[in-house]
């Protein structure tokens, strides 16, 4: 039996099995690997294997991690995985390659003012509650074409939609129900997929699937 060497490695392969079932190439998918919480010396092992592409869900975090990071290595790509503050708008436009959380008309307002004023056109998704919960992020499925509509006249790269389904369900049928929104709005991204349910969604379309715990080990286990 093969043993993988690393988690990233473990990961990756399972991304190209599930990518293969699926009749997709391994390429097609980007694995966004979730850093929050995690401190600097454990995400630099992971960008010394080649990995690429982060992902954070605060913005003040990410301004304290990641200068420094990217510093040494500029091909680094950091992704907004988590709600965004319209205040924080301009923050993240300056920071992040790509934010996958964008739900909401106000927010679409800030970021495309805030993009204006950095010189930079931040791709994109609109995350959408696919669930339909209560208290959750995301845009109401009905709303998606209007958000959508406002984020291309504020002048925002919408490249795709992203989910979060309900925590207690079989994330199948959301993914599904994902893909044929985006689908349905001519939108080739999908952001969907975590630890728990990267493969199924990789079957189901992913183009970026973001793992945390699988590669880091538990959140508020650092000093492992
Ligand atoms: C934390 C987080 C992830 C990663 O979760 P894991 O279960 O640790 O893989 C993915 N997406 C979002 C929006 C998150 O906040």
Redesign the pocket.
């Known amino acids: 039996m093969d043993q993988p060497a690393s988690p990233l490695e473990d990961i990756r392969a399972r991304i190209a099995h599930a990518a293969r079932l699926a009749g997709r190439e391994p390429e097609q998918v980007e694995l966004v690997a ?1 850093s ?1 919480t995690h401190p600097p010396e454990r995400i630099a092992p992971l960008i010394a294997q080649g990995q690429r592409v982060f ?1 954070e ?1 605060r913005v003040q975090e990410a301004q304290a991690k990641w200068p420094a990071l990217r510093e040494a290595h500029p091909d680094v790509k950091l992704h907004l ?2 709600q965004l503050q319209s205040n924080k708008a301009e923050d993240a436009a300056a920071l992040f390659d790509c934010i ?2 964008l739900d909401r008309p106000s927010l679409a307002a800030a970021l495309g003012k805030a993009m204006e004023k950095a010189g930079r056109r931040v791709p994109c998704f609109v995350q959408v509650n696919i669930g339909a919960e209560e208290q959750k992020g995301g845009c109401a499925l009905a709303e998606v074409p209007a958000l959508l509509a406002l984020a291309r006249e504020a002048g925002i790269p919408v490249i795709g939609l992203m989910c ?1 389904p309900p925590a207690a369900a079989e994330p199948a049928p959301f993914f599904a129900l994902l893909a044929k929104i985006a689908a349905d709005n001519g939108l080739a991204g999908l952001s969907m997929g ?3 349910d990267f493969e199924t969604a990789v079957m189901l379309g992913a183009t970026h699937v ?5 590669l880091f080990g538990a ?1 508020g286990a650092n000093r492992a």
């Open positions: 979730v929050k992902g869900n995985v988590g996958h959380s979060v975590m630890s728990d973001r793992v945390g715990s699988a959140r």
